[in-house]
């Protein structure tokens, strides 16, 4: 716990202000900043808790040797010239959830699930066959809901379900599940991390301090999640390998029919990978497989991953805000046959779209958007698929109620991060939903 200490917090949003809540009342003395203007009730609240929000470009300024600690939110780039300073004045840089998981004071069980892509289809789907089963669970972490936020209502022998990403671990130092779930690894958030070896040390510390009463959960058909466990002291659990396996007709635990694909509502390869998981934990945790099936006879997806939002005049709309990388959206593009209005782009993080080179002639039309629109346009050109460039999703729209055709598919799949417009992927996600829901004809 943070008792009598000089806190700066470096970024608000829904991490930073539950975990500013967390700490105040412990005779701490806390500072939080962002870049932008914050709303004026949480300000109102922090500023009850006797907490200083200050606006500003230059945390950094802020920052000396009187502080005893700097809690990081995680889109903040870890070399940050506050970050930085931090370390040459040897302040310790943690995040929230780390903050957090020192505030857990009944025995509950802490599950984590990370990867590159899936985490969150997976980590929905373990929370819904939890509920289905009566086994009390708390979800949070990169999900949305922050630990901070759920420490309090914990109860003894909880179920603690946490989706980590790579920009929460990357400050992780005691934090510690039961079972980690690996769901893939490819090369993502490189801008972020440095290169793609940095990336796989950070996803690594999702086993941190495992020993083998902790369970690791492995996707034995991915080279990376395989070469990068091969050292870890968990007991190990695989799928995608020969006794937990996916068929063309179903699902298969221990060599054993689990359920029909034709059984589950939601589609693809990748969906089948996260439901393996998904029968692990359940496995592990002596939850009768009934309740699996069932979930999956009646789950639809996750909001903002392939989602289905409407189709007009013979024009189906998909909003797949959530894909931040391409692999992710070639994940997407695999699910659909051709025809394809494609909508790419926002935050530069040097992501290569010649990876999505392959899936192109499925392809009719790229829309460009963001700030990365200009370099997907030079790509666009290499590959001789049209393409339209614009600065917003808005712009874009426009141009896409022009093109399209009876039978195409509109897809946004950005293969990008929303931050160069958007506080998060799910507001970039709502106002695709929200442009589409008001169209009147295309």
Known sequence: MIENKKVLILGMAR?????????????????????????????????????????????????????DILIKNPAVFPFHPCVEKARELKIPVVNEMEVAYHYINKPV?????????????????????????????????????????IVS?????????????DHQLIDMKDFKTDISVLTNLCPTHLDYHGSYENYLSVKKKIFNHHT????????????????LTKDIASTK????????????????????LMIKTSDILIKGHHNYENILATYLVAKILNVDFK??????????????????????????????????????????????DGNIHLILGGMERSQDFH????????????????????????????EKVPA????????????????????????????????????????RGDEFKNIVNHLESV
Not at 237 to 256: A, L, P, Q, V
């Open 237 to 256: 659990y695989y799928f995608n390998n020969d006794e937990n396996y996916i068929t063309e007709d179903g699902i298969y635990i221990d060599h054993k």
């Open 355 to 382: 990876d999505l080179t392959q899936y192109l002639p499925k392809v009719k039309c790229i829309y460009a958007v963001g700030e990365v629109r200009n370099r997907i346009m030079e790509f666009a050109s290499e």
């Open 15 to 67: 991490s930073g202000y539950e975990v500013a809540k967390l700490i105040s009342g412990q005779n701490n003395t806390i500072f939080i900043t962002d870049m932008k203007d914050q709303d004026e009730e949480k300000v109102r609240v922090l500023k009850s808790l006797n907490i200083e929000f200050i606006k500003t470009d230059e945390p950094e300024n802020i920052l000396d040797e009187s502080f």
């Open 109 to 149: 069980k802490i599950i984590g699930v990370t990867g590159s892509n899936g985490k969150t289809t997976t980590v929905t789907l373990i929370n819904e066959v939890l509920k289905k089963a009566g086994i009390p669970v708390k979800l949070g972490g990169n999900i949305g809901t922050p630990l901070s936020q």
């Open 388 to 427: 339209f460039e614009f600065k917003t999703l808005k712009e874009a729209m426009k141009k896409v109620e022009e093109e399209v055709k009876p039978g195409d598919i509109v897809l946004l799949s950005p293969a990008s991060a929303s931050w160069d417009q958007y506080l998060k992927f799910e507001d």
């Open 153 to 165: 209502d914990l109860e003894a022998n909880d179920i603690l379900l946490l989706e980590i990403s």
């Open 291 to 336: 309740f699996v099936a069932e979930v999956l006879k009646e789950f639809k997806g996750v909001e903002h991953r392939i989602e289905y939002v409407r189709t007009i005049n013979g024009v189906s709309f998909y909003n797949d805000s959530k894909s931040t990388n391409p692999t992710a959206t070639i994940t997407a593009l695999k699910s659909f």
């Open 212 to 227: 083998k009463e902790d369970i690791a959960i492995i996707n034995a058909a991915n080279y990376d999640s395989m070469a």
